[in-house]
């Protein structure tokens, strides 16, 4: 079955940065859009970073001009590069796949393969100050 798996969290003083990543696999045909959420303590999920398979982004505006979304469509991989961190991002970060077509055997498409969305299990980014 498909999966995501994230890597890339940890410990970072106030300023720091971490790059998080986050690769597909299991059967994969094509992604349309891979992004990341967040959830803080006490607060709701909330959507940080897309980008489509075209390399077009979109950005929360508490992380703009500070973390850059890129991926590797080859690779079905995503990334979440985090510069000048803040202590309000601590949360678990989720990847998440959106439009995902599945393969079956040789690589041939299942055209009833379709899900909307994949979650990945969450990586803990603490900022400390």
């Known amino acids: 079955q498909v999966q995501l798996v994230e890597s890339g969290g940890g410990l970072v003083q106030a300023g720091g940065s971490l790059r998080l990543s986050c690769a597909a696999s299991g059967g994969i045909f094509s992604i349309n859009a891979m992004g990341w959420y967040r959830q803080a303590p006490g607060k709701q999920r909330e959507l940080v970073a897309a980008?489509?398979?075209?390399?077009?982004?979109n950005y929360a505006d508490s992380v703009k001009g500070r973390f850059t979304c890129s991926r590797d469509n080859a690779k079905n991989t995503v990334y979440l590069q985090m510069d000048s961190l803040k202590p309000e991002d601590t949360a678990v970060y989720y990847c998440?796949?959106?439009?995902?077509?599945?393969?079956?055997?040789?690589?041939?498409?299942?055209?009833?393969?379709?899900?909307?969305?994949?979650w990945g299990q969450g990586t803990l980014v603490t900022v400390s100050s």
């Open positions: 998440n796949a959106g439009g995902v077509l599945l393969q079956g055997p040789g690589g041939v498409l299942l055209p009833r393969s379709y899900r909307s969305e994949v």
């Open positions: 980008i489509t398979n075209g390399g077009s982004t």
